[in-house]
């Protein structure tokens, strides 16, 4: 039974770049979320796919984006980086809306130079 | 504005000791705590708390919640350096599956 998988593990970006992070959830899981952990802190909500629609969003700009495809899986995009993003970035995934527990992927660290 | 507050942010004991790690909370339409172990990268999920006073056990591990006082505690007995890790605390809202995180407490065992 696979479980949630995330894609690069590591990345290095310069300001101003864009970067794409890949997820795909745990099998027979249709619900997907993205957090931003930066060092020293606890994950903080970006958002949340459903049904291929973004149903929650936290407290993130618009350069924050993401999708979600038929199969489940999900992408977060990050316009014009700041050296600010660079952080863990954990997808965590579930089944429906109903409030099912999260398992978390091993998440990318992403470096903003 | 929701929040989650862990206490103490970091703890330092010895191989055998018990560890009680503290997390209080202010959110709106409560509906579930929970408890993660997260040493390298993904957090493990470990406890989900819904009722008042009920605890949860899972080997040396476990965790009760107070509703009325808004925090749950998570109890660790006979440390091993295993348990070395940072502990979260989480709450989930209703009405949608949004989860506010504290910061964690980093728990180091030494030998």
């Known amino acids: 039974d696979a479980g949630v998988t995330q894609s690069p593990t590591h990345l290095i970006k310069t300001r101003g770049q864009q970067v794409t992070l890949r997820c795909s959830p745990k099998s027979g899981h249709d619900t997907v979320s993205w957090y931003q952990q930066a060092l020293g802190q606890g994950p903080q909500f970006i958002f949340q796919?459903?049904?291929?629609?973004?149903?929650q969003r936290g407290n993130f700009p618009d350069r924050f984006s993401g999708h979600q495809f038929p199969n489940y899986s999900s992408e977060l995009n990050v316009n014009a980086l700041l050296l600010g993003d660079s952080a863990l970035y954990l997808c965590?995934?579930?089944?429906?809306?109903?409030?099912?527990?999260?398992?978390f992927g091993p998440g990318t660290r992403l470096l903003v130079l | 504005e929701d929040k989650v507050v862990q206490s103490p942010l970091s703890l330092v004991v010895h191989e055998g000791d018990t560890v009680t790690l503290n997390c209080s909370y202010e959110v709106t339409n409560f509906r579930s705590l929970l408890w993660y172990k997260q040493e390298k990268k993904a957090p493990t999920f470990l406890f989900m708390l819904t009722s008042s006073g009920i605890e949860k056990k899972s080997g040396r591990l476990s965790s009760i919640l107070d509703k009325k006082e808004l925090f749950s505690i998570l109890n660790i007995t006979a440390t091993q350096t295993g348990d070395s890790a940072i502990y979260l605390c989480?709450?989930?809202?209703?009405?949608?599956?949004?989860?506010?995180f504290g910061k964690g407490t980093r728990l180091h065992i030494l030998p």
């Open positions: 989480a709450v989930e809202a209703r009405g949608g599956d949004k989860i506010i």
């Open positions: 796919y459903y049904e291929e629609e973004e149903r």
């Open positions: 965590a995934s579930s089944l429906g809306m109903g409030g099912g527990t999260q398992y």
